[in-house]
C-alpha cells in the first residue's frame, strides 16, 4: 500500500544563517570563533557562502522536488549595533524570501538561531532582563520591513537547548572522570578560554551569557519571555503570519525501573515549558536520537549500537515517539522543523530519512496535524564546535569552490517529495 502524506505537506531542508551564509562578523560566534585557544575546531569563514549563492541554492532545491524552506535571519546583521537596522540586510532578505517566491519554496522563517549580536552580550545577553523587549524590536523591524512575505516563523530556535547541553557535558565528565580517574584538562582549557572571552567582550567571564552558554533558571525564563514578547509583536505587526518556537526533543525511554527518571527528563527538557507554547499557531519538532533510562539514570547506548558522526545513537524510529507526545501535550499543528544525520556514508542517510519518514506517515493518518517536514540539513555546514567535519547534508558542498553536487540522498528525498508519498 502506498504510504500517502496529506495533501500539502509541506517537504523542505533547513539551515541556519550563521552555518551556511559566511562572514557574520557581528555574531557573538564570530568572537569566539577567533579567539587564541578556542574551543572551535575551526572558524566559520566563508562557511558555504549562502549569503551569497542563496539563488542557486533555492533554484536546487526546487528543482529536487522540494517545496519548502526552513532558513534564519542572521539578526547581527541585521542589527549590527543596538538600535541601529542596517538596510543592506534586509535588502538582502526580502531577495531570499522573493527567489523563495519565484520557485514555489514556501519559507519558513527562523528569527533567532543560537547567534546574537556582539552588542546583546555585552549588555547582559540571555541572562538580561531587557533581552526580551530588544529581540521583540528587532523582531518589529524584521517584521514591519519582510512579514508580508513570511507565512511561518519561528521566533527561538531550541529554546530549550541549555538544558540538554548541560546533560551531555554532565555525562562527558562523569565518562572522562571514569577512564582517568581524575577530570583531567577540559576545566582548564575551559578557564583559559573564558578569559579569553572575557577580554574580548570586556566584561568578566561570569557575566559572558551567550545562546548556548550555561543558563540559570532565570535565563531559561527570559528566553521564554523574549518567545512571548517576538509572538505579541508580530501578531501585531504581520497578523498574517503564524508564529511557533523549536525545542530540541529526544525519544525518551525508559527500562524497568528508569520511569520516574525518564518522566523527570521530559518535564524538564518538554512539559514544563507548555505554558509559553499556549498562544503558538504551531509546534517545531527537533529531534536526532533517543536517550533511555534506568533506575541509575542514562543508559549509553550499545556498544555495538548504529552511531552517527556525532557520537549519536542511529535511531530514526525517535522521530514518530516524539512528534506523538508533543502532539499529545501541545494540540496545535506540528512541523518537524529539524531531523537528520550526520554521516558519511549517504545510504545510512537514505534509511534514516526513509524510516523517519515512515513514523511522520504513521501519526499522520492517526489524524496528528503534522504539516511539514524539514530534513537538516540541506547542504553539508558549519557545525558550530565541531567545524565542518560533520556532514549533515542533503548536498555536499566543495568549500575549495563552493560547488554543490546533490547526495544521492538528495534526489531520494526530492522523489518522495514528488510523490507525497513513501517510495
Ligand atoms: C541544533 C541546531 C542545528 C544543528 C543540528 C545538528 O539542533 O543543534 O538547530 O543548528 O546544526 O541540530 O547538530
Redesign the pocket.
Known amino acids: 500500500m502506498t504510504k500517502r502524506f496529506p495533501e500539502g505537506f509541506y517537504w523542505g531542508a533547513s539551515t541556519?544563517a550563521h552555518?551556511v551564509e559566511g562572514n557574520n562578523i557581528h555574531s557573538d560566534f564570530w568572537l569566539m570563533e577567533h579567539l587564541e585557544g578556542s574551543i572551535f575546531q575551526e572558524p566559520s569563514g566563508d562557511a558555504v557562502d549562502h549569503y551569497r549563492l542563496y539563488r542557486e541554492d533555492i533554484a536546487l532545491m526546487a528543482k529536487l522536488g522540494l517545496n519548502s524552506y526552513r532558513f534564519s535571519f542572521e539578526w547581527s546583521r541585521i542589527e549590527p549595533e543596538e538600535g541601529q537596522f542596517n538596510q543592506e540586510a534586509i535588502d538582502h532578505y526580502r531577495d531570499v524570501l522573493k527567489a523563495c517566491q519565484e520557485f514555489n519554496i514556501m519559507p519558513i522563517v527562523t528569527l533567532h538561531?543560537?547567534t546574537s549580536p556582539q552588542w546583546l552580550i555585552r549588555a547582559g545577553g540571555w541572562e538580561s532582563e531587557e533581552t526580551p523587549q530588544r529581540f521583540a524590536r528587532y523582531c518589529e523591524h524584521v517584521m514591519q520591513q519582510l512579514g508580508d512575505a513570511i507565512p511561518y516563523v519561528c521566533t527561538i530556535?531550541?529554546a530549550n537547548?541549555s538544558i540538554g547541553i548541560a546533560k551531555i557535558i554532565k555525562r562527558h565528565q562523569a565518562q572522562e572522570t571514569a577512564q582517568v580517574g581524575v577530570n583531567t584538562g577540559s576545566m582548564e582549557r575551559m578557564q583559559q578560554y573564558y578569559a579569553a572571552l572575557g577580554k574580548a567582550f570586556g566584561l568578566p567571564p561570569q557575566e559572558i551569557h551567550s545562546f548556548l552558554g550555561a543558563r540559570s533558571e532565570k535565563g531559561l525564563s527570559i528566553i521564554f519571555k523574549a518567545h512571548e514578547a517576538a509572538r505579541e509583536t508580530i501578531r501585531r505587526v504581520s497578523p498574517q503570519t503564524k508564529v511557533g518556537i523549536t525545542l530540541?526533543l529526544y525519544d525518551i525511554q525508559s527500562l524497568p525501573g528508569g520511569e520516574a527518571l525518564a518522566a523527570q527528563a521530559l518535564q524538564e527538557e518538554f512539559l514544563q515549558f507548555l505554558p509559553y507554547l499556549e498562544g503558538d499557531d504551531f509546534f517545531g519538532v527537533?529531534n536526532?536520537t533517543r536517550y533511555v533510562y534506568g533506575p541509575d539514570g542514562y543508559i549509553p547506548p550499545a556498544a555495538d549500537a548504529e552511531k552517527t558522526q556525532?557520537g549519536n545513537e542511529f535511531y530514526p524510529q525517535g522521530l514518530e515517539s516524539v512528534i506523538r507526545y508533543a502532539y499529545e501535550h501541545v494540540k496545535k499543528p506540528i512541523i518537524v522543523t529539524?531531523n537528520?544525520i550526520?554521516t558519511a556514508n549517504d545510504e545510512r542517510r537514505i534509511a534514516y530519512i526513509d524510516q523517519a519518514l515512515q513514523g511522520v506517515q504513521a501519526c499522520a493518518a492517526d489524524g496528528i496535524p503534522v504539516q511539514g517536514y524539514m530534513h537538516?540539513?540541506l547542504m553539508d555546514n558549519f557545525?558550530?564546535q565541531l567545524g565542518f567535519s560533520k556532514t549533515?547534508g542533503l548536498i555536499a558542498v566543495d568549500r575549495s569552490t563552493q560547488t554543490r553536487t546533490p547526495k544521492p540522498s538528495a534526489y531520494h528525498y526530492g522523489s518522495i517529495a514528488k510523490n507525497n508519498a513513501l517510495l
Do not use: K, R, V
Request: aromatic letters at 26%; proline letters at 0%.
Open positions: 541556519a552555518q538561531h543560537f530556535n531550541e537547548i530540541s527537533q536526532y556525532m529539524e537528520g550526520a537538516w540539513s557545525e558550530w549533515f
